[in-house]
């Protein structure tokens, strides 16, 4: 069964740092972008960060780039979100993601994958 476990959050003040893990099982992780997500009260889930495959091109929100940065370890099915100058307006839910795929005789089915999440608070 395909499974995304996250980790590594918790309550820092601004300017603080944390990193994120999402271990990943159950699935050929090594052939899959992986995305990171949050939601905030009352807003929508957004995209963080995704990272290709084989880690060659990654991808960041206007809103963090620069202060975050994603990574991932294929031989381990990890994947890390690093952030380091964290604001109040970081605080949210940050979920892993990736989406598989299965071929099939009628075509290719998709399938998403979330993990639980894990609460980062921002404040002083």
């Known amino acids: 069964q395909a499974r995304l476990v996250e980790s590594g959050g918790g309550s820092v003040q601004p300017g603080g740092s944390l990193t994120l893990s999402c271990a990943a099982s159950?699935?050929?992780?090594?052939?899959?972008?992986m995305n990171w997500y949050r939601q905030a009260p009352g807003k929508e889930r957004e995209l963080v960060a995704n990272i290709t495959h084989t880690g060659g091109s990654t991808n960041y929100a206007d809103s963090v780039m620069g202060r975050i940065t994603i990574s991932r370890d294929n031989a381990k099915k990890m994947v890390y979100l690093r952030m380091s100058s964290l604001k109040p307006e970081d605080t949210a839910v940050y979920y892993c993601?990736?989406?598989?795929?299965?071929?099939?005789?009628?075509?290719?089915?998709?399938?998403?994958?979330w993990g639980q999440g894990t609460q980062v608070t921002v404040s002083s």
């Open positions: 159950g699935f050929t992780f090594s052939i899959y972008t």
């Open positions: 993601h990736t989406r598989t795929a299965r071929a099939t005789i009628e075509g290719d089915l998709y399938y998403d994958i």
